[in-house]
């Protein structure tokens, strides 16, 4: 009996402090990103974003205390190469996953760490992410659902068009952006006047361009990837294209703009995060990135910077690291500016794992993007 | 006789038996990640040991492995999600890859050596196209999700462990029918095609159709493979059976050792396992490997396992 | 109509693109057995040393290119064959062959791991913009193509009919061994084929590298359609390889265009399966002898 008593106490003492040591030490963050392959550029930066967060989290103080240590593994680009690295995070006991930035990877990879119940923050944009019923996952950025309605808006009220030709990737990401495009401008009864899809790390575009040209439509919407975007749009000043050409993120991000030189100038698009936007949190993330990495960034290190920040903001908000507890605060929880300026806006979260924030609209001029309007939040964000 | 095609003696039978126990331990102190690269090398073995017995043995050269590692794959996550059952996918599988290889190879045999080389590299390309562009059978650059693992007498495979030693076992098994084949009589065939193609045929022995027959046996093998695969990882897409893939299949076969029989076990692990060990070269470790595979060739054509034959005394013939 | 001849016209300038490697790759071969699995990255070396040149020397396109050139040369030209081919020629064809894919994959992940994984900018050798010709507009940059890879073939083909050494050459790769004893120096002339291979896939580079960005793995693509064009074409024949390659350039562009944007890299590749079965020479080839 005495013995039995002493045993439980020392069973208990041992698991409290085991329990007390996983509530110490530094906590651990995995990234998996795409640093080669197709999608090399967005995750390249997506991983630079995170770690210039963690870097300033860290001199700070960290998490409730603790530092935050965080290490990226490169996917390749390759789904089945995520999947295996999320067990890796998984079995690594990670807290956090951060990435893959690809739909088409965050899909497959995202079985993991939902079984796991692992949170797991994405830069993908297809919306067929959040439609699984995964409760462990969260965005970075707007998902096509939100997006696409505001460019069909666009392109109804300032370009005025009556006809739009669709320019897609196939690839998770286009396919859905392409679906949601198309039923966005259905409901402003504009006509799809073609509908031209290409690969993944498609080189030649002349043949879809002459498509473009040859459907006669007031304009012209492009959303492929990075370096896809930027050979469509020398192929579309190569051929003189003429008409309106309107895309989204993907369509002017920084490095689009370094690749594609003077054919991007013109191009208009709807982003959810510029680092040319006027919010002075944002100038100063910009100022801060070009520090540290001598170049600017683009939207996709602005979602890995952001989402640090709201792993930070939440789990303060929780009181613990816990990964369980932090996905069911998640959901339904707002971070305001004004508390945690690394989020870089206020943003809101559903219970699905979409985010609702202000966006807006770019053109670029001169090699540089320049925001034209800023467009609110479906929903205010108070 | 060397290692190659007879038998073993007692020290190497002994290593052998220490390392299959060793590799089935081992396991048991991983967690899932690292189990997972003990099966995946179980599975790519198998496509590796069948691109050895085309290119080691009939002395073929083949960029194509991959595509019918694709196919077998295709062929269970189609099949498997329709709620057939795994046994008799799997002879399924091999046997349309035996077939389909036996239609490759048969135009481009009559021509000439080096065709079937091209014609296998012409092959993966179209076969990766249709994987990526038909996407009502095959899902198309999204790929088929959710393919379920199968259950061995009512025993559900599903978790680490017990796939892996299902894998485990299945490659044994592979092994041990491709050694039975090779000490046949068909098997010494195809040592006499290597050899000397020229005096072969003048000895009455029909070249063209037991290079046929070895090219359809190691497609049948790398169909067997693509099964396990599309089991394992519960998801294919066609970037899992790229050109390059066949590309790695062929490096794996020369530098183990091609035409020795353990070679590909070399190959793979350097392959396989060998990247993620030495993760922290990352890109550096292939670009050190494509370099090193250069200074092979001009030291060591035979392979890593002919450094063996440096240390024989009996220095039998290649 | 105008859409299509457009079509045309630029597939043929990709096409001309497509010939230059194709071309050094036939060479190779005729001279000296060498099947270079490694052709594609030695387009894609070359676009990397000139944003080199360009961007961290500073120095205008053109003279980036020249001295290039003969970067290549030295390195894809002589150091390939006296480290590689020389040393491995005599174990057979297939060891080579493996070698040339170890320094593929050796190549580009050294560029991806010492430079980036990320594709680069390259300046356009040729202004942007559309030449209105009648009826249809035509881009510089094609036209600028069609006459530069149009010159250097011309100038090859001038080069080996009507010089010593072009001669000498061609009569290296017919026979070398009447040409050793006609007294030709066969190893001089083979080190000739490997410079000028050397050369054609810097200027494909300089050619096509705008297009496609250079990424350490844009060799991939570029080296397999040089592969089918000189497949197509005709292996021995170096005529061949430019038909090839055109051929294969504006099929890709018609199907593209109008059969379907996704098999667009399948024509070529059925064009090059039905030609290894049915015409294995090639279009312009001839049989070749089996060796016993």
């Not at chain 1, 995070?89 to 690809?102: E, H, K, R, S, T």
């Not at chain 1, 050409?245 to 369509?251: D, N, P």
């Not at chain 1, 689009?256 to 002075?280: C, F, K, M, S, Y």
């Not at chain 3, 090639?282 to 049989?287: D, E, I």
Request: aromatic content about 10%; hydrophobic content about 50%; charged content about 15%.
């Amino acid at each position: 009996m005495k013995h039995a008593l002493r045993n439980t106490v020392a069973v208990l003492a041992l698991a409290a402090s085991t329990y007390g040591l996983a509530q110490q030490g530094p906590i651990q963050i995995i990234g998996l990103v795409e640093l080669s392959g197709t999608g090399a550029t967005a995750g390249t930066n997506f991983d630079n974003g995170v770690k210039l967060a963690v870097k300033e989290i860290n001199a700070s103080g960290g998490i409730l205390g603790r530092k935050i240590e965080y290490q990226s593994w490169d996917t390749q680009t390759a789904p089945q190469t995520a999947k295996a690295l999320a067990q890796k995070a998984v079995d690594q006991g990670a807290y956090v996953v951060m990435g893959p930035v690809f739909s088409g990877s965050i899909i497959v990879s995202m079985a993991e760490t939902r079984r796991a119940e692992i949170p797991n923050f994405t830069g993908g944009e297809a919306a067929n992410i959040t439609e699984q019923g995964n409760p462990y996952i969260f965005r970075t950025s707007f998902t096509q659902a939100t997006a696409m309605p505001k460019v069909a808006r666009y392109l109804k009220d300032q370009v005025k068009a009556r006809s739009v030709a669709v320019m897609w990737v196939n690839n998770d990401f286009g396919k859905g952006g392409r679906d949601a495009i198309t039923k966005a401008l259905n409901a402003e009864g504009i006509k799809v006047a073609a509908d031209i899809s290409t690969d993944p790390g498609q080189v030649d575009f002349s043949g879809p361009v002459l498509k473009a040209k040859q459907s006669n439509a007031d304009a012209l919407f492009v959303y492929t990837n990075e370096e896809e975007s930027a050979r469509a749009l020398r192929e579309l000043k190569k051929q003189g294209y003429d008409k309106p050409i309107v895309g989204e993120t993907t369509l002017t991000g920084q490095k689009v703009i370094e690749l594609a030189g003077d054919a991007a100038n013109g191009a208009v698009a709807h982003v959810g995060l510029t680092v040319d936007a006027p919010q002075p949190q944002i100038k100063a993330f910009d100022e801060k990135f070009q520090k540290a990495y001598n170049y600017k960034s683009d939207h996709n290190g602005m979602k890995g910077y952001s989402g640090m920040y709201v792993v930070k903001a939440v789990t303060e908000k929780v009181g613990k690291v816990d990964p369980k507890a932090f996905a069911k605060a998640m959901h339904g929880a707002t971070i305001l500016v004004k508390d945690q300026p690394g989020v870089l806006l206020d943003v809101h979260f559903d219970d699905k794992g979409d985010l609702d924030r202000e966006s807006f609209l770019v053109k670029v001029v001169n090699g540089k993007q320049v925001v034209t309007t800023t467009l609110p939040p479906l929903n205010p964000i108070k | 006789m060397s290692a190659k095609g007879g038998g073993m003696n007692k020290p190497q039978r002994i290593a052998l038996l220490v390392g299959l126990a060793a590799y089935a331990i081992l396991p048991l102190f991983l967690k899932s990640y690292g189990i997972y690269l003990m099966t995946l090398l179980c599975v790519y073995l198998m496509a590796v040991f069948g691109l050895n017995l085309i290119v080691g043995y009939a002395g073929q050269m083949s960029i194509g492995q991959a595509a019918f590692y694709g196919i077998g794959a295709y062929h269970a996550a189609i099949l498997l999600k329709l709620g057939w059952p795994f046994f008799a996918v799997l002879p399924i599988a091999a046997v349309a890859c035996f077939a389909i290889g036996l239609a490759l190879g048969f135009p481009a045999l009559r021509v000439q050596h080096h065709y079937l080389a091209f014609a296998t590299l012409g092959f993966n390309v179209l076969v990766y196209l249709v994987m990526r562009n038909e996407e009502a059978l095959t899902g198309g650059t999204f790929g088929i999700p959710n393919i379920p693992r199968p259950s061995l007498l009512g025993y559900s495979l599903d978790g680490a462990l017990p796939f892996f030693y299902f894998a485990y076992a299945s490659v044994i098994v592979l092994a041990l029918v491709l050694w039975w084949i090779l000490r046949s009589p068909w098997g010494r065939a195809f040592a006499a095609l290597r050899d000397n193609p020229i005096r072969a045929e003048s000895t009455g022995v029909n070249i063209t159709a037991y290079t046929l027959l070895a090219f359809a046996i190691g497609a049948a093998c790398a169909g067997v493979g693509g099964v396990y695969l599309a089991t394992l990882v519960n998801f294919i897409e066609p970037g899992q059976f790229h050109l390059s893939v066949s590309l790695m299949m062929l490096l794996a076969v020369i530098v183990g050792g091609s035409g020795r029989f353990f070679g590909p076990v070399v190959g793979a692990v350097i392959v396989i396992l060998l990247p993620e060990w030495l993760r922290f070269l990352q890109d550096w470790y292939l670009a050190i490997f494509g370099f090193a595979v250069i200074v092979m060739m001009v030291f060591l054509p035979g392979g890593l396992l002919s450094i063996a034959d440096r240390f024989k005394t009996s220095g039998g013939a290649k | 109509m105008g859409d299509f001849l457009q079509l045309v016209i630029s597939g043929t300038a990709t096409g001309a693109i497509y010939a230059l490697a194709a071309l050094g790759f036939t060479l190779l071969w005729q001279a000296s057995n060498t099947i270079n699995f490694a052709q594609g990255e030695f387009v894609m070396l070359p676009a990397f040393v000139m944003l080199f040149f360009i961007n961290t020397a500073g120095l205008p396109l053109w003279v980036a290119f020249l001295l290039t050139c003969v970067v290549a040369m030295l390195l894809l030209g002589y150091t390939f064959k006296r480290a590689i081919v020389d040393p491995l020629i005599r174990h057979g064809v297939i060891p080579l062959v493996i070698a040339t894919l170890g320094l593929s994959i050796g190549v580009k992940q050294l560029v991806k791991a010492g430079v980036t994984a990320q594709a680069m900018p390259f300046p356009n050798p040729f202004p942007d913009g559309l030449l209105a010709l009648g009826d249809f507009k035509v881009s510089y940059a094609d036209v600028g193509t069609l006459i530069l890879a149009g010159l250097i073939v011309i100038g090859l083909q001038m080069f080996l009919n009507r010089t010593v050494t072009g001669r000498a050459m061609q009569a290296v790769a017919q026979n070398t061994d009447a040409a050793k004893v006609l007294g030709i120096n066969v190893r001089r002339m083979v080190l000739y084929t490997f410079l000028i291979n050397a050369v054609l896939a810097a200027v494909a580079a300089l050619l096509v590298t705008p297009t496609y960005l250079a990424k350490f793995d844009m060799g991939e693509s570029i080296g397999l359609k040089a592969f089918y064009a000189a497949i197509i074409g005709g292996f021995n024949q170096t005529r061949g390889a430019l038909l090839g390659g055109v051929l294969v350039g504006v099929l890709e562009n018609l199907t593209g265009a109008y059969v379907s944007s996704a098999y667009k890299e399948g024509v070529a590749l059925l064009l090059f399966l039905i030609v290894i079965i049915v015409r294995p020479e090639g279009l312009l080839g001839k049989v070749e002898e089996r060796k016993v």
